[in-house]
């Protein structure tokens, strides 16, 4: 069993899937833990829910990542993991290389990408002066395979990967003593897939469980996954039990990344 007593923990988007299993499990094993999520009445919910604490935060808002992480030093005196968790699908329609709008891509790489390059870069101080730290960036399968049906999607979730190897390679060779990896889930049942699911039905007129059955044949072990399934990695790697390694990138997907 794995134990976070008298670590101090930030989920980003931690109202929902994956974010909020992450932060449940982060509290039961003894961590004190912060929700932030830019849904303030689900944030306040899931804190309820999980007796972790609810902080509103919109993670591509820099002065707002600066005030929060302070805010929580001079709460608490430390931080130790960081879970950057936040992010969205975008749009499912006109999403291939030549129809994605400009703004389109823009606002993805804001939002999935440039979120976590903040929360990297203004986390890792206050992580240094706490003696250490790990921080965790929420990729994806899409990151690995070509998704042209989520062509920003997927190039957002790419630059979560190198962004994750950048800061686990500095923080290493400047004695930090903190660790930066990346968790590449593949299809997980939260709500985020649901909406995935519901555009495509009905943007092209096929039933729901036609199309979750045409995701479902791409996923060897036959099952979806679900959000313990990849929070299970996440606090495995917040754990000092992790303590060598980082810099590395985890695949959580039902072998899905086997079909190419
Ligand atoms: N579900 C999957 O199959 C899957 C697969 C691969 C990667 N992921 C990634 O895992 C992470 C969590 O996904 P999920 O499926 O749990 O999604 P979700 O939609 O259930 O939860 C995402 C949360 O992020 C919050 N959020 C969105 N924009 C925000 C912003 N600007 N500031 C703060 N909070 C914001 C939302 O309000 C929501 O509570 C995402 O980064 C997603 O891309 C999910």
């Known amino acids: 069993m794995l134990h976070f007593q008298e670590k101090v923990a930030i989920v980003t988007g931690g109202a929902s899937g994956i974010g909020l299993a992450t932060a449940t499990l982060l509290v039961q094993r003894g961590a004190t833990t912060i929700i932030t999520d830019i849904v303030a009445k689900r944030g306040t919910q899931a804190a309820g ?16 990542w600066q005030n929060i992480l302070n805010e929580i030093y001079q709460k608490y005196g430390r931080l130790d993991i960081l ?4 992010g969205i699908p975008g749009n ?47 990729s994806s399968i899409a990151a690995l395979i070509a998704t042209p049906f989520i ?29 930066c990896n990346s968790v590449h889930p593949g ?30 044949e791409r996923i060897p072990v036959g099952e979806f996954g679900e959000p313990d399934d990849i929070a299970h990695m996440v606090v495995f790697l ?23």
Not at 83 to 86: L, S, Y
Not at 109 to 129: E, P, T, W
Not at 239 to 248: L, V
């Open 83 to 86: 879970v950057n968790n936040a």
């Open 238 to 260: 917040a754990s000092d039990e992790a303590k060598h390694i980082t810099g590395g990138q985890f695949v959580v997907d039902g072998g899905m990344q086997l079909n190419g």
């Open 187 to 216: 299809q997980i049942r939260t709500p985020m897939l649901d909406y995935m699911f519901a555009e495509i039905a009905s943007q092209t007129g096929t039933p729901q469980e036609a199309v979750e059955q045409t995701f479902l």
């Open 49 to 64: 829910k999980t007796g972790a604490e609810f902080m509103p935060q919109d993670v591509t808002d820099e002065a707002g």
């Open 151 to 179: 062509t920003p999607y997927g190039a957002s979730k790419a630059a979560v990967r190198q962004l994750t190897m950048s800061v686990a390679m500095h923080c290493a060779t400047t004695g930090s003593k903190v660790r």
């Open 92 to 138: 499912i329609s006109g999403a291939d290389p030549e129809a994605t709008p400009l703004a389109e891509w823009q606002k993805l790489q804001r939002v999935n990408s440039s979120s976590v390059f903040l929360g990297c870069k203004h986390a890792i101080d206050y992580m240094r002066r706490s003696g250490g730290g790990s921080i965790i960036n929420l």
